[in-house]
Nanobody
Framework: QVQLVESGGGSVQAGGSLRLSCGIS???????????MAWFRQAPGKEREAVAV?????????????YCTDSVKGRFTISQDRAQNTLYLTMNNLKPEDTAMYFC???????????????????WGQGTQVTVSS
């Protein structure tokens, strides 16, 4: 049974930073497994959107195509710790428009590369709330 549990959300002022964590059980990030992992967010009254993605080959991702939303490029960094079986999202220079529930997701289909397609992720966490005040 694969389970994802997010943590690290909270309330910060604009310009502040947070680091979200997603603990993974039932699926190890090490070895020869292929997967795509992602962070999504959903603001009140809006659809859920992909924020950042990472695949099995990267420790952290700085390439522009790892970030599905232009507004987070240069401010957010997605990374993973295979030994800790944990996915991270480091968020700097937070803005009020970053306020949302943040979710991590896992796509473990064979041969998958990182992608931003919400409907293709099989496993989801319950979310952690991020609130940024101006």
């Amino acid at each position: 049974q694969v389970q994802l549990v997010e943590s690290g959300g909270g309330s910060v002022q604009a310009g502040g930073s947070l680091r979200l964590s997603c603990g993974i059980s039932g699926f190890g990030l090490g070895g020869f497994r292929i997967y795509s992992m992602a962070w999504f967010r959903q603001a009140p009254g809006k659809e859920r959107e992909a924020v950042a993605v990472i695949d099995a080959y990267a420790i952290d991702a700085y390439e522009s195509d790892a970030y599905c939303t232009d507004s987070v490029k240069g401010r957010f960094t997605i990374s993973q710790d295979r030994a800790q079986n944990t996915l991270y999202l480091t968020m700097n220079n937070l803005k009020p428009e970053d306020t949302a529930m943040y979710f991590c997701a896992l796509d473990r289909r064979m041969g998958v590369a990182r992608h931003c397609s919400e409907g293709l992720y099989q496993y989801w966490g319950q979310g952690t709330q991020v609130t940024v005040s101006s």
